[in-house]
């Protein structure tokens, strides 16, 4: 299971900084979040993609987790070679994330 099976994403970028928020479609799944989606695995997942620290922010009201991706644009919209390394790509890629759960 990919982490789109329970999840959708908002995103949002500024310079070189990449913000992903992962919000559970039920509210039974966000438990599947809190576990099984850390700022390691979401470091991991992205590779060298994200240059800096990834953190980890929680919202339990709306069943959704924030991930703030430092150095995540090679060094910003206006900088980078990359064709299009906008929040939006990257919130796809994080929604491949495989976890483990059961619908």
Aim: glycine residues 10%; contains cysteine.
């Amino acid at each position: 299971m990919q982490l789109r099976d329970i999840a959708h994403s908002r995103t949002g970028d500024k310079g070189n900084i990449s913000n992903v928020s992962v919000i559970a479609y039920r509210p039974e799944d966000w438990p599947v979040l809190l576990e099984q989606v850390t700022a390691e695995r979401v470091r991991d997942h992205f590779g060298s993609l994200i240059a800096g620290d990834v953190v980890r922010y929680e919202l339990p009201q709306i069943g959704a987790l924030n991930f703030v991706m430092y150095e995540a644009l090679g060094g910003g919209v206006t900088r980078t070679l990359a064709l299009d390394p906008h929040g939006k790509c990257l919130s796809s890629r994080l929604l491949t994330l495989p976890i483990d759960g059961q619908r």
